[in-house]
């Protein structure tokens, strides 16, 4: 059996790939940039997300207090860019999440080397941010202001 395959399947139905956004004095522009990807599973499932952290070799599973369920998650840039985007560059997602995952993959090369610290870069990951899994966010992109 082809695990990477498998994952990839898995994740195109229950991963998720996210670019959030806080509030940050510490940060140039007074945002912190978030991108993670994540998996969530009922506790008596758990080993599909140790699959995920063993293929990985990075991240963390921990309970998810929104639902009662746990999670599989990695927010490291360098892991996301040298592990994760790899992975699904050759497994790719078949689903409509595959855009979700090209724009998430561009937002975390641009933030590996540096881009997000200049106002051009910034402003660029805000727009491609909020394309990906459009929706309902707590700060919408027009809240996002340098």
Known sequence: MDV??????????????????????RHKFGWEIRPSFSISQNGDRAEVLKLFQERFECGSIRPDRSDKTLKYETRCIGDLVERVIPHFEQYPLLSGKREDFQRFARIC?????????TREGF???????????AGK??????????
């Open 4 to 25: 990477g395959a498998y994952l990839t399947g898995y994740a195109d139905g229950e991963g998720c790939f996210c670019v959030s956004f806080n509030k940050s004095r």
């Open 109 to 117: 090369r641009m933030m590996h080397a540096d881009n997000h610290l």
């Open 137 to 146: 966010r707590k700060f919408p992109r027009e809240a996002i202001k340098l």
């Open 123 to 133: 402003e660029r990951i805000v727009e491609i941010a909020s394309k990906v899994n």
